[in-house]
């Protein structure tokens, strides 16, 4: 059976190839599998396009809701917040194409217990993206604070996540 890039049994063989005794000749089919599936499909799911890095968006020019997140490989860490209200949520998910996925959010509630929730897809072409070189030639006041606390932003929501896994 081939395996498509988004079926969750891929995630499944990769962990079981991985498992595979290097002695036994099966593991050399499975790091061929590996191989040929990487050529074949990684550069449909954005892992080549979209390089490692922290991005920053903007639902829409007028919003005050702001995205911000660091790709590695596929994966993403970051925080969807609206500024100056307590609305925020941290992100975790993979990258596919332009498509936030498999995302988990942490959010607090009322009583500043974390919620931890699977977070709808976040379609990225529907975002706004600016770059860090607007960012610094802008007078808005949302943006500079983005820019000065983008290390901060990742690293206060990787910790949500280390104490809420």
């Not at 903007?58 to 609305?87: A, E, M, P, V």
């Not at 990225?124 to 007078?139: F, G, H, M, P, T």
């Amino acid at each position: 059976q081939e395996l498509k890039p988004v079926d969750e049994n891929y995630k499944l063989a990769i962990n079981l190839a991985k498992q595979i005794p290097s002695s036994t000749s099966v593991y050399n089919q499975a790091q061929d599998a590996i191989l040929n599936w990487e050529k074949k499909w990684r550069p449909l799911v954005g892992v080549e396009g979209f390089t490692d890095g922290i991005y920053f968006y903007q639902q829409n020019k007028g919003s005050n809701l702001y995205l911000i997140f660091q790709k590695q490989g596929n994966t993403i860490l970051g925080k969807k917040y609206r500024f100056q209200s307590d609305y925020i949520v941290c992100l975790r998910g993979v990258i596919r194409r332009d498509i936030l996925e498999d995302v988990t959010g942490i959010s607090y509630g009322i009583d500043f217990i974390p919620q931890v929730e699977s977070v709808d897809p976040i379609n990225l072409s529907k975002w706004y993206r600016i770059s860090w070189d607007k960012i610094s030639n802008s007078s808005k006041y949302p943006l500079h604070y983005a820019y000065n606390n983008k290390d901060h932003h990742i690293e206060s929501c990787q910790k949500e996540f280390d104490k809420n896994p």
